[in-house]
């Protein structure tokens, strides 16, 4: 099961990518994140983890499995039997940018989880689209 939502930005993927690697700054982007905090130091790489605490879920830790700096970056974090796999894709489109948000489970349980976290999932991942809107949107060109 896949979640995916985009949308189109008035800002340059140059100043929508720093957004993406300023973890520590995600929690003042969303109300989807309530802390978040590196456990390593220096640029984001694959191998990088970071631990998360979302509202109404147990604190989790996404380890980075993907990263084609400017463009993309993947991650999961594995609950019980559930492993999910994020993404935050930025793509240049006419003046501006288009971001995407993916969220996609994976194991035994990932449908049945899935169906009963589906409009919750899919509500953090447009208050997190909407925050890096905003913010992209509000800076300094």
Known sequence: MEHRV????????????PLFMNLERWPELTESITS???LDTGPL???SETEIKQPRLPRARWRV??????HSFTWETKVGAVTSVGAH???????????????SLHGPFARTTGALLS???QRNLTLEL?????A?????A
């Open 36 to 38: 978040l905090r590196r």
């Open 65 to 70: 499995t993907e990263l084609d700096p400017g």
């Open 6 to 17: 985009s949308t189109a930005v008035a800002a340059s993927p140059e100043q929508i990518w």
């Open 45 to 47: 790489h694959v191998g």
């Open 136 to 140: 992209a949107e509000s800076a300094p």
């Open 130 to 134: 909407d925050g890096f809107r905003r």
């Open 119 to 121: 409009r919750f999932t």
């Open 89 to 103: 894709i930025v793509t240049p489109q006419g003046q501006g940018s288009e971001i995407t948000l993916t969220l």
